[in-house]
């Protein structure tokens, strides 16, 4: 698919960034909908930026402004290894992570360990504005999803469902309780899309554009990102747990045996006869 005609204004705009950037960096990637060729009218535009060695948050607010951005901030934990930098380049908003190259390594070593975060998805998409063949390098090691690590990602996905009883799923149903009831159905939709990403040996990406980002998995429950919104925009509450908790149970029923698995589809099971019976109830 081609790319949208604001993914390549954005892509230029991203390219004068790299351009200015001293030589003492030695990797400029474009990550997100800018690099799928995807961006909107809405869309931002997201870099990684490596340089030789660790820099001070006021070494990347000082490069980023001799870039041309303006209203700098920055954003998430302060005093760690990344450092963020946010602002504007004529009215287009930015967000640039800045890694040194040691912690690049680390962050991929730590994505085989079992890291849960996007990095994987960004990396593997990302496009090169100035390399030194690191991206490269990284995507190679991106390119193979261990079996291990996919199983070990879905019998975490699948720890909160069960250990309890399903009929405690109706104390978060009541009335006044919508933030429980929201809390819980958004962690569970989120495990839901981390087993199927993870059953397609696919690296989890954010949770935007959910179904343009499954569209093209073989394993996955019908209607995938439709049911989720179904779900969380259910106004009667035992009725989106339902359409969840069906969800759910077909994502299981996907994947391979495992202790925490096998107990999910048990726990789901039960859990979906008590919420048919009480929907019916209610009708």
């Not at 474009?30 to 799928?36: A, E, K, P, W």
């Not at 001799?66 to 946010?86: E, I």
């Not at 499954?214 to 990102?225: I, Q, V, Y």
Request: with cysteine; net charge negative; hydrophobic share 45%.
């Amino acid at each position: 698919m081609a790319a949208t005609a604001r993914s390549t204004e954005l892509r230029s705009i991203a390219q004068a960034i790299a351009d200015a950037l001293p030589p003492t960096v030695e990797e400029v990637v474009v990550t997100g909908s800018v690099s799928r060729g995807v961006a909107d009218d809405i869309s931002d535009i997201e870099m990684l930026i490596v340089t030789q060695s660790e820099l001070d948050l006021e070494d990347c607010f000082s490069l980023a402004a001799a870039c041309g951005l303006t209203d700098l901030g920055t954003w998430g934990p302060q005093g760690v290894p990344t450092k963020r930098v946010s602002g504007y380049r004529h009215g287009i908003p930015l967000e640039l992570i800045w890694w040194s190259q040691a912690y690049a390594e680390t962050a991929l070593d730590a994505i085989f360990a079992g890291d849960p975060s996007t990095t994987a998805d960004a990396i593997a998409n990302g496009v090169a504005l100035r390399t030194s063949r690191l991206l490269a390098h990284w995507q190679e090691r991106l390119s193979h999803y261990p079996d291990d690590l996919a199983g070990a990602h879905i019998e975490d996905a699948a720890l909160t469902w069960g250990g309890f009883t399903p009929a405690g799923l109706l104390t978060i149903a009541r009335p006044g309780e919508r933030l429980a009831l929201l809390e819980r159905m958004v962690d569970d939709a989120s495990r839901v899309v981390r087993i199927v990403f993870a059953l397609n040996r696919v690296w989890q990406p954010t949770l935007k554009r959910l179904a343009d980002r499954t569209a093209a998995l073989d394993l996955k429950p019908e209607r995938l990102a439709e049911r989720i919104e179904e779900a969380l925009t259910e106004p009667a509450a035992h009725r989106a747990l339902l359409v969840l908790t069906e969800l759910q149970a077909e994502t299981v029923a996907l994947a391979p045996d495992g202790p925490n698995i096998n107990r999910a589809r048990d726990w789901l099971a039960e859990a979906r006869e008590i919420l048919v019976q009480e929907t019916g109830r209610r009708s």
